[in-house]
């Protein structure tokens, strides 16, 4: 995430750019709720511009039908900043970007261990087709004596894995 | 703090028409193909090929959608009138898609020479002048990788499968194969889409780099594509003119947001 304020921006639209940093860390990606958007690594730019405080999402997928969701939350939890004078943000835009594709390089070390915590693959990395190939870890045991039963999971960003260590099903979160 | 990101320009005006056109040809695409082929969600032949299939139409409509957006954002409209609100001759898609589903060996037959010619399109516009598209396509492709890999996994397979699965195989290449060349049928106002660099190579290139593409594929499986349909490579019929299985489709898609326009969902 990429934070900017304009050269004439006051002190303090630095600390106002702290809160919404932490604002937008707290909050989940709704189809994995344990990942924050932030460590997910959609959030790509935040800036403050003569009181306008712009926040640029990247979508995983785009079709992804939870964008909408996230951008209006991200509307929503950023509010209270708008609607307090003395912070000089007087309106907030949260925009859709293409300008750099997600990528599974953009999940935080922080967000890989949360995703595997919860019972998901991290994305490997490399070369992204080759991936598909080759075994994922498995977030149970850590074994690679693991099968790809389906390129297309549940929800766009995920597949369908089978572990043949310990016999348990699991999930990774796709490269976009 | 890296450098501040530049905001993504609009679309040249001046190139109104020509890059609607573009834009809506891709859009209409997308949605056409993806619409019919969700048709097959819980009906699919098997449930892990389901929820394949359901995804891959979803990607098709995510795409359809950011096209439908860039073009409402051309000519200060909304994505979903566009989609939604056009009687269905004013509808720019190509004649592959513009056929009903079918069968199974259908759908993926139309599926696989659709992506094949999709990513010859994408990936000259990759390089295209209008920046929100280029960036837009950098995306779409990294998508469509997943759906070229399912959709010639589909081909072998059924190409290998002597017996009914060939037999219906051949029979769809036979039908919708003289049409699969209009996707990458000039437009009629390619001329100045060329010179501006919005469309940076012309259908005419984009035809012969699609030829080199598949005919060895196919020809590895003893199949070949038939002859082009004269439409198909006609730049006023190519996107018009379309079957009794479209106007079904448009009927149905049309139909939930023709009972209220004005309903906020």
Same mark, same amino acid.
Not at chain 1, 68 to 81: G, H, K, N
Not at chain 1, 116 to 141: D, K, M, Q, V, W
Not at chain 2, 51 to 65: I, K, R, T
């Given at each position: 995430m990429t934070v900017e304020v304009s050269p004439a921006a006051s002190p303090t639209a630095f600390d106002v750019l702290g809160s919404v940093r932490n604002i937008l860390a707290s909050i989940a990606d709704p189809e994995i709720p344990a990942i924050s958007i932030v460590d997910l690594g959609i959030v790509r730019d935040v800036e403050l511009v003569d009181g306008m405080l712009q926040v640029e999402l990247l979508p995983t997928y785009i079709g992804c039908?939870?964008?909408?969701?996230?951008?209006?939350?991200?509307?929503?939890?950023?509010?209270?900043?708008?609607?307090?004078p003395?912070?000089?943000?007087?309106?907030?835009?949260? $925009? @859709?970007?293409?300008?750099?594709?997600?990528?599974?390089?953009?999940? !935080?070390?922080?967000?890989?261990? #949360?995703? %595997?915590?919860?019972?998901?693959?991290?994305?490997?990395?490399?070369?992204?087709?080759?991936?598909?190939?080759?075994?994922?870890?498995?977030?149970?045991?850590?074994?690679?004596? $693991? @099968?790809?039963?389906?390129?297309?999971?549940?929800?766009?960003?995920? !597949?369908?894995?089978?572990?043949? #260590?310990? %016999?348990?099903?699991?999930?990774?979160?796709?490269?976009? | 703090m890296t450098a501040r990101a530049e905001r993504p320009p609009?679309?040249?005006?001046?190139?109104?028409?020509?890059t609607r056109e573009l834009l809506?040809?891709?859009?209409?695409?997308?949605?056409?193909?993806?619409?019919?082929?969700?048709?097959?969600?819980?009906?699919?032949?098997?449930?892990?090929e389901d929820?394949?299939?359901?995804?891959?139409?979803?990607?098709?409509?995510?795409?359809?959608?950011a096209y439908y957006r860039l073009l409402a954002d051309l000519v200060s409209d909304d994505p979903d009138r566009i989609a939604y609100d056009r009687p269905a001759e004013a509808f720019r898609h190509n004649r592959l898609v513009d056929h009903g589903r079918g069968d199974w060996a259908r759908t993926m037959v139309r599926r696989w020479l659709y992506d094949t010619?999709?990513?010859?399109r994408l990936e000259a516009l990759a390089e295209s002048t209008s920046r929100p598209l280029a960036e837009l396509v950098v995306k779409v492709r990294r998508e469509e990788s997943y759906h070229l890999l399912h959709g010639e996994a589909w081909l072998d397979r059924l190409a290998r499968h002597r017996g009914e699965p060939r037999r219906r195989l051949v029979e769809a290449i036979e039908l919708v194969g003289p049409d699969a060349p209009s996707v990458l049928t000039a437009l009629p106002s390619e001329a100045v889409l060329i010179d501006s660099g919005i469309q940076p190579v012309p259908g005419a290139d984009l035809l012969a780099r699609w030829s080199a593409r598949i005919e060895p594929v196919l020809a590895g499986l003893g199949l070949s594509l038939p002859a082009a349909s004269p439409a198909a490579l006609d730049p006023d019929t190519a996107r018009s003119g379309h079957g009794a299985a479209f106007n079904r489709l448009w009927t149905e898609f049309s139909s939930v947001r023709a009972l209220d326009p004005e309903a906020t969902w």
């Open positions: 039908p939870a964008l909408e969701m996230i951008r209006a939350t991200v509307s929503e939890r950023l509010d209270p900043i708008r609607a307090d003395s912070s000089g943000v007087r309106q907030v835009l949260v $925009t @859709i970007s293409y300008a750099e594709p997600w990528t599974a390089e953009r999940i !935080s070390p922080a967000g890989r261990a #949360a995703l %595997r915590a919860s019972g998901f693959a991290p994305p490997e990395a490399g070369p992204r087709l080759l991936t598909l190939a080759r075994p994922a870890t498995c977030p149970y045991c850590g074994s690679r004596r $693991t @099968i790809l039963e389906n390129a297309f999971g549940p929800t766009r960003c995920r !597949s369908i894995h089978y572990c043949t #260590a310990c %016999r348990q099903p699991f999930e990774q979160f796709k490269d976009g | 609009g679309i040249e005006p001046g190139l109104g028409p020509a809506l040809a891709l859009a209409d695409d997308d949605f056409v193909l993806g619409f019919a082929d969700s048709e097959w969600t819980g009906i699919a032949p098997h449930l892990e929820v394949a299939m359901s995804s891959m139409a979803q990607d098709e409509l995510g795409h359809a959608s010619a999709n990513a010859i």
